[in-house]
């Protein structure tokens, strides 16, 4: 008996020895990235982490589908840096087998610029790089350089004919950008240790991930300002906006980039639009089989609970500081039909409702209703009616404060009923071309292509942001400035090149759990190949 307690007694403390051990080494990995990451100037919008190792670049070794997502010019300067400065002898050691985060800036120039950051093997010595510096045949011509209180090095490659600067912002950590401005900006920068710029993976999914992105929504803003013409483009506006962090994984498939995890709200800021749907539950998303073909961007909404959404989006627009315009709307209302307009809305409004921007920038509202032979009367009490099935709304900025911001482009819009669907339009020439579609099922989801996109989606969500990029092309090169749509439409390896792409919401605890998928073209197969 005492050698059976004996033995239990060893085993206990074994498990407790291994167990301390073990979440030591997580909370290490965890405080390692954190004390990187938060090196990297927190007007970042977008940061990607990958293992510098030989087995990543192999998984993508002959695909061009990271050359598409980045550019030709991005990934020949990040294998130049990689190949002739960091696997050179001399270095190699100290940086392969690291964790290295590439983030994206906004700048003054007509281009976003990128930071490197990294944290090399703690026995790393700075008089390496002055060995190098020694070396002949380098390809590589290194100077010191001091930037306030930063010790680093400018790097001009003979190759790219251009120079790369680097820089060792704290203890281990490396730094480096060919922007001048941009590591002058991070050798300044002074972390905020109470500001959270971006959320952390859990240490052991942080392990066990290919790759991970990381996303600060507000600071989207400043990369949209920088790439298009109108900063208020509605192009993803509504996630430009929201107060929260993302934290997700890549999946790899070798034609779509595909990453999924959590995005979290913010709550000591203020609230936005799609913060009204995180009350919800997932739906499943079936409105957009009605997309028409001719969609060029969309932005889906779901909602498990009508009413629910209806007194969240009151209270949003009670804090927005729009309740006296709104409450005066609906007395008005009251007054000259008799109609209680909310209510009555509520009680038949579905799971689903959507804004569709055509390739002719065209806009169609779909809105999914309980039964649309009694909505008909509500709305035609309430409009001015052109024929039987066809009024416009006597009053302005209905949809927006029945349903919600991303309706705010239907001032006095045109409706027409069609099944259980209540359709708006802004002319009725756009309502009778969507009934066109609507009747000869004209849709998105009739073509290979996009049943094979759809297939890599989520089946339930409360948001959705979809564009098709060929359907976009118009619009793009309108809103584009000329530099960035040039790179796009006349480079052989560009965003061009992918059918299209998808940013899902489903709440989860107040939240957001995310699915980003990014769909390249399939090959055209009506070109013959050469025989030999």
């Not at 087998?97 to 950051?117: A, K, M, Y």
């Not at 099935?389 to 029945?402: A, E, S």
Request: net charge positive; glycine share 4%; proline share 3%.
């Amino acid at each position: 008996m005492k050698r059976l307690i004996v033995i239990t007694l060893v085993l206990i403390a074994a498990t407790a020895l291994i167990t301390v051990k073990y979440f030591k080494n997580l909370n290490t990995s965890g405080t390692h990235a954190g004390n990187v990451i938060r090196t990297i100037p927190d007007n970042a919008a977008v940061v990607f982490e990958f293992t510098n190792e030989k087995s990543f670049y192999d998984i993508y070794a002959g695909n061009t589908l990271l050359t598409n997502l980045t550019g030709e010019q991005v990934i020949t300067d990040l294998d130049t840096v990689r190949n002739v400065l960091f696997n050179n002898p001399a270095l190699q050691s100290f940086f392969t087998g690291r964790n290295v985060f590439v983030s994206l800036h906004p700048s003054q120039s007509n281009q976003i610029e990128l930071l490197l950051t990294a944290s090399a093997a703690k026995d790393v010595d700075l008089t390496e790089f002055d060995q190098l510096a020694k070396q002949k045949n380098t390809g590589l011509l290194i100077t010191p350089l001091q930037i306030g209180e930063k010790r680093g090095y400018n790097i001009y490659f003979n190759s790219l004919k251009k120079r790369f600067y680097l820089i060792n912002i704290d203890g281990n950590i490396f730094s480096g950008s060919f922007s001048k401005d941009l590591i002058t900006q991070n050798a300044n920068y002074k972390p905020d240790r109470e500001k959270q710029a971006f959320m952390l993976l859990p240490d052991q999914q942080n392990s066990n991930s290919l790759a991970n992105m990381y996303i600060n929504y507000e600071h989207l803003g400043p990369l949209f300002t920088q790439i298009f013409k109108n900063s208020n483009t509605d192009i993803f506006k509504p996630f430009r906006i929201l107060p929260a962090l993302a934290a997700l994984n890549l999946n790899f498939k070798n034609d779509a980039v595909m990453f999924n995890g959590y995005t979290n709200i913010q709550r000591d800021k203020r609230g936005t639009y799609l913060n009204v749907f995180t009350n919800q539950q997932p739906v499943t998303n079936i409105l957009k089989d009605l997309f028409p073909s001719t969609t060029a961007y969309a932005l889906s909404m779901a909602v498990s609970n009508p009413a629910g959404f209806t007194t969240d989006l009151t209270d949003f627009q009670t804090r927005a500081g729009l309740k006296t315009e709104k409450d005066a709307l609906f007395a008005k209302i009251k007054k000259e039909t008799g109609i209680n307009l909310i209510q009555e809305f509520t009680q038949l409004l579905g799971n689903e409702f959507a804004v569709v921007t055509t390739r002719y920038q065209e806009k169609i509202a779909i809105i999914n209703v309980k039964n649309g032979s009694k909505l008909r009367p509500f709305m035609a009490n309430i409009s001015g009616m052109i024929t039987d099935d066809v009024g416009q709304f006597n009053y302005t900025k209905l949809p927006f404060f029945l349903l919600g911001d991303a309706f705010n482009a239907f001032k006095r819009p045109y409706f027409k009923i069609i099944d259980n669907y209540l359709i708006l339009a802004n002319s009725v020439k756009e309502l009778e071309s969507y009934n066109d579609t609507y009747m000869n099922r004209k849709f998105l989801n009739k073509t290979e292509q996009y049943v094979k996109f759809d297939n890599l989606l989520a089946e339930r969500g409360n948001v959705a942001f979809f564009i098709h990029f060929k359907n976009s092309q118009l619009i793009l090169r309108d809103g584009l400035k000329d530099d960035f749509y040039f790179a796009y439409k006349n480079n052989s390896l560009s965003w061009r090149n992918f059918y299209g792409a998808s940013f899902q919401f489903a709440a989860t605890d107040k939240n957001f759990y995310t699915n980003f998928c990014l769909l390249q073209n399939m090959p055209d197969t009506t070109v013959s190949k050469k025989t030999d």
